[in-house]
Structures are given as C-alpha cells and as structure tokens.
C-alpha cells in the first residue's frame, strides 16, 4: 500500500518537478538573452611603424630657357610608443554587441627611432653640362608630437553562435608635428663641378626645419568576428576614409615655408585577438586584445612656397618670392601593433 502511494505521489510530483526546472532553466536562458548596458574602459599601449612623407616634382626653365625639372621628397619617420585609451557605451544581448559607440585618444611617449630623410633629384642643362639624378641627400634627427583623435559608432548586422557582422561609421583625426634638428648628407656640384661631392654635417643642436602634418576624415566600413568559444574571438576590419590632408613645412636654413592642402583616399583596417579571462562578477569582466593596424592615405595636391627671408643658398634677394601651383603628393602608411587591457561593466 505505502509502495502504491509513493508510485503515485513520484507521478504527480514529476511533471511539477520537470515543469519548475524547465522554467528556472527559461528564465536563466532569458535572463543571459536580455539586452544590458555595458560600459567599457580600455587603457592601451601601442607600438607605431612606418612614416609621413611628401614629394615635389616642378619643371621650369633655366636662364638659357633649357626645360629643366626638380624633385624633392621628404620622409618623416613615426616609429614611437603610442599611450591612450579608449572608453565606449553599447548594448549586448546573447553575449555580442547590438550597438556600440566609442572614443579613443593616443598620444607619443617618445621620439621617433629612426631618421628624417631629404632626397633632391635635378634633370635638364647646367653650365658644365647636363645632368639627370640625384644631387642631394641628408639625415636628420626628429623630434615629435603625435595625436590621434578617433569616434565610431557600430552596429550589428548579423550573428549566430560562431561569427557576427558588424557595419560602423566614424571621424578619425591625426597630426603630426616635428622639429627636424641637424643635418648629415652630401650634395653634388652640378653646377660647376660634377665630379665633386660634398659631405658635410650640421650642428645637431640647430633647427632645420619645421613640420606639420594633419589627416582626417570620416570612414565607413564592416566587421567580422568569429567565436572560438563565447570569451575567445579574433576579428577583421576594413574601412574605406576619404582623407583631408593639410600640411606645413618652414625650411629654417632657407627662410621659406610650404603650406597645402587637398583630399584624397585613405585605408583603415585591423586583425585583433580578443580574450576574456577574468569576470570578476555577473556583469563585470576583464579582458584584453592583441591588435594589429593598418593605416594608410595619398593625397595629391599644390603647395604655395614663400621666402620670409633672403636664402643663403642662392645669390639673389629671395625675399619675399612666391611659388604657386607646386605638385605635391602627401602619403603617409603606418603600423601600430598593440595591447589593450579593458574592464566591462
């Protein structure tokens, strides 16, 4: 009898049982599916590669109206420590972002590693003949203030357990500044003595020249992540920027500046790993990303030159003597390898 009442309470009982786990097990499921805020801070420390450079090329005419043609390129290196951060608000569900905003802000800690590089090329008849080649090159020691100023705002656009696409839209704003300080090179005689090259150095104390570089632009572009597991991820990114490109340089030494501006086409992308190895609770994690980023621009415009003063290279008064219409290309490709520590909450 107490046999037959047991079989029939474990009967009722069961189903209530097996209906009150299933719930709990629901409203977990719904709870972990629910759309939260989450807020995010990211220190991050990055190492930058690569450089700024601009290139002239002028064709003119000499006294005895010979076409002649001048080329001058200057590479600025970038290769410095990157410090700064990033801070975003968004909104998750099922353990992927739905939306996102974020600003980030990085600085240099250092100068660059490597040198300034000055090349000069010079085409056409010269008194003692004619000659086609480079006639000038010099080195120089950089001194440096770089900013990166970047916002973007993403959105998902598709996901299931294994990836999620993202599409997102941003401002990114970049400037460099840097004091070029002595000079190490040679120079050709082309106009009296080819045979003879001059190798000379400069006060490392005295400044050369003067630089300013500014790129900016709105950028569009997608995301693609894809999940290991829900805490291990490694992601792709590409972004198309047309680039605004304004530039000064105040050749010091030659008392005359440089000054231009134009738009062209820039490239934004990344590879980053993403790991999530502490939660320190139900809605509190850390986590860190190694990345790797490319970016790169060429604008081709006119730059004005303009003698504030008389320049000792040259016999004349140059002062006051301005050039218009100069072709002027302005590229820049850079690196930034990086490691971000960040806290979710």
Same mark, same amino acid.
């Given at each position: 009898?107490?046999?037959?009442?047991?079989?029939?309470?474990?009967?009722?009982?069961?189903?209530?049982?097996?209906?009150?786990?299933?719930?709990?097990?629901?409203?977990?499921?719904?709870?972990?599916?629910?759309?939260?805020?989450?807020?995010?801070?990211?220190?991050?420390?990055?190492?930058?590669?690569?450089?700024?450079?601009?290139?002239?090329?002028?064709?003119?005419?000499?006294?005895?109206?010979?076409?002649?043609?001048?080329?001058?390129?200057?590479?600025?290196?970038?290769?410095?420590?990157?410090?700064?951060?990033?801070?975003?608000?968004?909104?998750?569900?099922?353990?992927?972002?739905?939306?996102?905003?974020?600003?980030?802000?990085?600085?240099?800690?250092?100068?660059?590693?490597?040198?300034?590089?000055?090349?000069? &090329?010079? /085409?056409?008849?010269?008194?003692?003949?004619?000659?086609?080649?480079?006639?000038?090159?010099?080195?120089?020691?950089?001194?440096?203030?770089?900013?990166?100023?970047?916002?973007?705002?993403e959105k998902r656009i598709a996901s299931s357990k294994k990836f999620a696409l993202y599409g997102y839209a941003g401002y990114r704003y970049q400037k460099i500044s840097q004091d070029i300080i002595g000079y190490d090179g040679w120079?050709?005689?082309?106009?009296?003595?080819?045979?003879f090259t001059k190798v000379y150095g400069g006060d490392d104390t005295v400044k050369a020249l003067l630089y300013e570089v500014t790129y900016k632009g709105p950028f569009l572009g997608v995301e693609y992540d894809y999940y290991f597991?829900?805490?291990?991820?490694?992601?792709?990114?590409?972004?198309?920027?047309?680039?605004?490109?304004?530039?000064?340089?105040?050749?010091?030494?030659?008392?005359?500046?440089?000054?231009?501006?134009?738009?062209?086409?820039?490239?934004?992308?990344?590879?980053?790993?993403?790991?999530?190895?502490?939660? %320190?609770?139900?809605?509190?994690?850390?986590?860190? *990303?190694?990345?790797?980023?490319?970016? %790169?621009?060429?604008?081709?415009?006119?730059?004005?030159?303009? &003698?504030?003063?008389? *320049?000792?290279?040259?016999?004349?008064? *140059?002062?006051?003597?301005?050039?218009?219409?100069?072709?002027?290309?302005?590229?820049?490709?850079?690196?930034?390898?990086?490691?971000?520590?960040?806290? /979710?909450?």
């Amino acid at each position: 009898m107490k046999a037959r009442i047991l079989i029939l309470f474990l009967c009722v009982i069961s189903p209530c049982c097996l209906l009150f786990g299933q719930t709990k097990a629901e409203k977990m499921q719904l709870s972990s599916d629910r759309n939260k805020l989450v807020f995010k801070f990211v220190p991050a420390v990055k190492r930058s590669l690569g450089k700024t450079e601009y290139e002239m090329e002028t064709f003119g005419l000499d006294s005895e109206f010979n076409l002649v043609k001048l080329k001058s390129k200057l590479e600025f290196p970038i290769d410095a420590v990157l410090l700064g951060g990033e801070a975003s608000i968004g909104q998750d569900s099922k353990g992927k972002r739905n939306w996102s905003v974020e600003l980030g802000i990085f600085t240099n800690l250092n100068d660059p590693g490597n040198v300034m590089k000055d090349h000069d &090329w010079f /085409t056409g008849t010269t008194d003692v003949g004619y000659f086609d080649g480079k006639f000038s090159y010099t080195e120089s020691k950089a001194e440096m203030t770089h900013t990166v100023i970047a916002i973007k705002g993403e959105k998902r656009i598709a996901s299931s357990k294994k990836f999620a696409l993202y599409g997102y839209a941003g401002y990114r704003y970049q400037k460099i500044s840097q004091d070029i300080i002595g000079y190490d090179g040679w120079q050709i005689d082309i106009f009296n003595d080819p045979s003879f090259t001059k190798v000379y150095g400069g006060d490392d104390t005295v400044k050369a020249l003067l630089y300013e570089v500014t790129y900016k632009g709105p950028f569009l572009g997608v995301e693609y992540d894809y999940y290991f597991t829900p805490s291990i991820y490694i992601g792709i990114e590409a972004a198309a920027m047309p680039t605004s490109v304004s530039d000064y340089d105040n050749h010091l030494l030659r008392k005359k500046d440089g000054k231009a501006e134009g738009t062209g086409v820039g490239f934004l992308s990344s590879v980053f790993m993403h790991l999530e190895p502490w939660r %320190t609770g139900p809605s509190t994690l850390i986590f860190f *990303d190694i990345e790797g980023e490319l970016f %790169t621009a060429r604008v081709s415009t006119k730059q004005v030159q303009e &003698w504030y003063g008389d *320049d000792p290279f040259s016999e004349d008064d *140059d002062t006051g003597v301005i050039i218009r219409n100069i072709p002027h290309d302005v590229r820049s490709t850079q690196f930034n390898l990086g490691l971000r520590i960040g806290v /979710t909450f």
